[in-house]
């Protein structure tokens, strides 16, 4: 990465979030002319702080760039209780609104990119895939890392049919974090930094891991209907979701429109792993031959 100091503007806002009077913390930086527009979207019970270097990384590699990154509701600074959603509704919403942000500061020739990890390639792809649902701005690509088709260690202990028991009776009921920081990634330094960050609860409510797992489910056969250009980074060491069921994922997509890069000994953060720099610079390298393709 280009070493040189770049200067950008940062604007935070608050979005109201579509459950309960929450409101959504919203962060825009932008360089340059809006050529590209990122819109970063992060994964279960972490926040948007945590991708920081990567964002930094965007801001310095292109001329012209935007980047928007938000805290989910019950995440980071975001309100609504921690770790807990009411309806997988309620993130699909929310990332409708940002995307109407982000929509509303873009030049007519501003091509966005969808940048999302774990949890939110789950929120993304519901929002694109799922009937249910419309999303109306256009994408030029999209890009996921270690997304959650299927999650592996969301239940904890807890079978599903207990899960559904436990949601009718306390949907608020705190599931325990059975994984930590060096589950995620194998640099001990962002490992220590997601255990000791005090805006990363160390638990799960019950009806957030019920609609998690119920939203995975519903999106797990539709890669048929995805018609934009996507890169899938899977972490083939990942121990938060399942590798095989995103590649399964992958396969169903146009060959022309997927491209999928698989990292063997990597673990799920692969934007916080040892060797981060080199998969920024692959994003980087995606991203420029999709602007190409566009001309």
């Excluded at 590209?36 to 990384?57: K, M, N, Q, T």
């Excluded at 539709?222 to 992958?250: N, Q």
Aim: hydrophobic share 40%; net charge neutral.
């Amino acid at each position: 990465m280009n070493a040189r100091a770049v200067s950008y503007t940062t604007e935070d806002i608050l979005l109201p979030s579509s459950h309960g009077g929450a409101e959504l913390f919203v962060r825009f930086q932008a360089r340059g002319r809006r050529r590209i527009h990122f819109l970063l979207v992060h994964g279960a019970v972490e926040h948007s702080g945590r991708h920081a270097e990567f964002i930094d990384y965007l801001l310095r590699s292109f001329p012209d760039v935007a980047v928007t990154t938000f805290d989910n509701i019950g995440h980071g600074r975001s309100g609504g209780t921690r770790a807990y959603v009411e309806s997988f509704r309620d993130y699909v919403e929310d990332f409708r609104t940002v995307g109407e942000f982000v929509h509303s500061k873009n030049d007519p020739e501003t091509k966005t990119f969808i940048l999302a990890h774990s949890l939110g390639g789950l929120i993304t792809l519901t929002a694109l895939l799922d009937t249910a649902y419309g999303y109306p701005f256009a994408i030029a690509g999209l890009v996921f890392s270690s997304p959650c088709i299927r999650p592996r260690t969301i239940l904890a202990s807890a079978s599903r049919p207990l899960l559904l028991r436990l949601d009718l009776l306390t949907p608020k009921l705190h599931l325990p974090m059975i994984y930590t920081g060096k589950d995620l990634t194998r640099d001990p330094e962002r490992a220590n930094d997601f255990d000791t960050d005090t805006l990363i609860p160390k638990f799960l409510s019950v009806r957030m891991a019920k609609e998690v797992v119920e939203a995975a489910d519903r999106i797990v056969g539709l890669s048929y209907y995805l018609r934009i250009p996507s890169l899938f980074l899977v972490a083939g060491a990942d121990k938060i979701v399942d590798p095989a069921s995103t590649l399964l994922f992958s396969h169903g997509i146009d060959k022309h429109l997927a491209e999928v890069i698989q990292y063997p000994d990597h673990y799920h953060e692969l934007w916080n792993e040892v060797d981060r720099q080199d998969i920024f610079a692959t994003v980087k390298g995606w991203v420029g031959r999709k602007l190409k393709e566009i001309k």
